[in-house]
């Protein structure tokens, strides 16, 4: 991991990768209640009805796409994945009521937080891993992908059949993703709870900037603090 800090890059890997493992986990865990909400919970619906259940997160996603950049410029990158985990949060809520247009609405606004975090996350690697390091990070991410179809495939081993009955088992397959949520909240307010470098240069804070440069790489912080002010004042003296 270079001259960066092990337990900062880890951190940062796991708390951005968080929203991908969610994301996955979400798609494919409808998957493994497919049957059961079709022939037992929710008889009276049709299959395309039934599919519609995933298929609302990523139409959840996709309207707050152009939200997400107005988010972020009121509350900030942090305070907007916060926001994210919140409204995550309340749509697993509504998905523990056993009513089929409950649990729809519910999955739609988990997939307003699976859009805000789209446009967020990479934004927020950004700020928090100046110069290489995000690049690093970037390389830890990827696993994320197939970790959350991993999960919900796994969980699938132990999802409800119709012949089942009447089963609590599919509430916590839906809410289990909320486990995430509350993970990357406390982790954001706790480990991450101070600015990024890179948002204190931006407020002139130099002496600040540094500081959290140290946090972030045991050796070589100066030459990193240098790179990032040199790129700082690129960005700004590049035509608009």
């Known amino acids: 991991m270079g001259d960066s800090r092990k337990t900062y890059v880890i951190s940062l890997a796991f708390v951005t990768a968080l929203s991908q493992i969610t994301l996955f986990y979400l798609l494919f865990t409808t998957n493994n209640l497919y049957d059961y909400f079709l022939l037992f919970l929710f008889p ?3 299959y395309t009805q039934v ?4 298929a609302l997160i990523p139409i959840g996603a996709v309207c707050t796409l152009f939200l997400a950049p107005l988010l972020n410029k009121k509350i900030g990158k942090k305070w907007s994945l916060i926001i994210a985990d919140a409204i995550s949060l309340l749509g697993i809520g509504l998905c523990m009521v056993e009513n089929f247009p409950t649990i729809a609405v519910g999955r739609l606004i988990q997939g307003l937080a699976v859009g805000i975090n789209y446009v967020i996350i990479p934004l927020y690697l950004a700020e928090m891993a100046p110069g290489k390091l995000g690049k690093e990070i970037y390389l830890y991410n990827m696993i994320a992908f197939p970790l959350g179809t991993v999960i919900a495939g796994a969980f699938g081993f132990f999802a409800p059949r119709p ?3 009447d089963d609590w088992s599919w509430r916590f397959m839906l809410a289990f993703s909320g486990i995430f949520n509350i993970i990357r909240m406390l982790m954001l307010l706790t480990i991450f709870r101070y600015p990024s470098p890179v948002k204190y240069l931006e407020e002139g804070k130099i002496n600040q900037s540094e500081a959290a440069m140290k946090r972030i790489f045991k050796t070589n912080h100066q030459e990193h603090f240098n790179e990032m002010q040199k790129q700082e004042l690129l960005g700004k003296e590049a035509p608009s």
Request: no cysteine; aromatic share 0%.
């Open 44 to 46: 009276n619906t049709s």
């Open 51 to 54: 599919s519609l259940i995933a």
């Open 163 to 165: 012949a089942d009955g």
